[in-house]
């Protein structure tokens, strides 16, 4: 079940615009050293059945050592969603010996779309395993600073022709490259 890259293909058909949910992104704290001795797979294994048996959510393997975990629930409150995630937390504690970091977002405070939802999730994911892992965080809307750049004529025609097609503003691409290129690196 182990794979060595992150994918949020299938979290992220999940993410529908047309109703109001809570996600998380998991993150396990120090994944490679805790189980260095161990099948990565048999371990993702078991983190996704323990997640599974001990939450009311939705599990989704991304990929790595992170799972998404998604509700649709609009009665339930984002501090109810939280003190699930942190009971899980300290279950997972004992039998895994090890903790995890959660990044939460809510549909529609937390961004727009599913994309800016994502890269919400990551940055208070990417916060939270600097300064308290085992921590949890809710994304807060996001701050945008202004960076101009040069492209190739004919980068900027493609751009425009895709932003077209996708509807989407050419800024919000950018921005999506950007994060996929960010996430390659940084793994």
């Known amino acids: 079940m182990y794979k060595s890259s992150r994918n949020y293909h299938n979290l ?16 396990i704290d120090d994944f490679v050293n805790t189980f260095c001795n161990e099948s990565y797979s048999i371990v993702i294994t078991n983190i996704y059945k323990f997640l599974s048996n001990n939450s009311p959510y939705k599990i989704v393997y991304l990929g790595k050592d992170e799972f998404g975990i998604y509700s649709v629930d609009s009665h339930e409150s984002t501090s109810t969603f939280m003190t699930n995630l942190l009971e899980s937390n300290t279950n997972f504690n004992k039998k895994f010996n090890t903790s995890f970091s959660t990044a939460i977002a809510e549909y529609p405070y937390s961004g727009e779309d599913e994309i800016e939802i994502l890269r919400g999730l990551e940055e208070s994911l990417h916060n939270i395993k600097k300064k308290n892992r085992g921590g949890i965080e809710i994304v807060k809307n996001l701050k945008m600073k202004l960076k101009s750049n040069y492209y190739t004529v004919k980068q900027l025609e493609r751009l425009s022709e895709l932003a077209e097609v996708q509807q989407r503003s050419e800024a919000s691409i950018l921005r999506e490259a950007l994060d996929l290129i960010l996430r390659e690196y940084e793994s």
């Open 12 to 27: 992220r058909n999940l993410l529908v615009k047309e109703v109001a949910y809570t996600v998380a992104l998991i993150d």
